[in-house]
């Protein structure tokens, strides 16, 4: 059994999220500001996080680049793609959870492959984030005491799942 997705994710609400620039200031300083906004907003942060975009992005169809978000420690690569010269799709090559459903989550995910942890500390202080095609690493002690890495990736539908139980030596 799958646990369901944690309700937070920062992609669930930015997958597919156009936008429209104004004709001031540069469009990596544009784009760079939208995106920020937009996390600030659907992570509650008090400020906006740190985003960072090419000076010299043209704001022209067909026009693509990756700017980066930082959320705690980690850095997100983001996507964009210009769908004319003033409106850009763009999207988050990573998931952002809170960090206490996601641990929720994966501790349900382990329990249903029949191991009980007692503690799961993952990266992050209030959010974990975990890359769409890639895997971070958790410390996990079970109920019996036995120590070891919880490996967690993404499934289909950008869900955190265990991929991998690997027992301390």
């Given at each position: 059994m799958r646990a369901p997705?944690?309700?937070?994710?920062?992609?669930?609400?930015?997958?597919?999220?156009?936008?429209?620039?104004?004709?001031?200031?540069?469009?990596?300083?544009?784009?760079?500001?939208?995106?920020?906004?937009?996390?600030?907003?659907?992570?509650?942060?008090?400020?906006?996080?740190?985003?960072?975009?090419?000076?010299?992005?043209?704001?022209?169809?067909?026009?693509?680049?990756?700017?980066?978000?930082?959320?705690?420690?980690?850095?997100?690569?983001?996507?964009?793609?210009?769908?004319?010269?003033?409106?850009?799709?763009?999207?988050?090559?990573?998931?952002?959870?809170?960090k206490s459903e996601f641990v929720i989550r994966v501790k349900a995910d382990t329990a249903a492959n029949n191991v009980e942890l007692k503690t799961l500390t993952c990266p992050g202080t209030k959010f974990v984030v975990v890359p769409n095609s890639g895997t971070i690493d958790c410390k996990g002690v079970d109920t019996d005491g036995g120590k070891g890495t919880v490996r967690v990736g993404l499934d289909k539908d950008k869900s955190p799942i265990v991929k991998q139980l690997i027992p301390d030596k």
């Open positions: 997705r944690p309700s937070r994710s920062f992609v669930a609400g930015l997958a597919v999220v156009a936008f429209a620039l104004a004709a001031c200031s540069s469009t990596g300083e544009q784009v760079s500001d939208k995106i920020a906004k937009e996390a600030q907003t659907k992570l509650e942060l008090s400020a906006p996080p740190k985003t960072t975009c090419p000076d010299d992005a043209k704001a022209e169809k067909g026009a693509t680049f990756d700017c980066s978000l930082v959320v705690e420690a980690a850095t997100i690569s983001i996507k964009i793609v210009f769908t004319d010269d003033k409106h850009f799709t763009f999207t988050p090559q990573s998931q952002v959870f809170g």
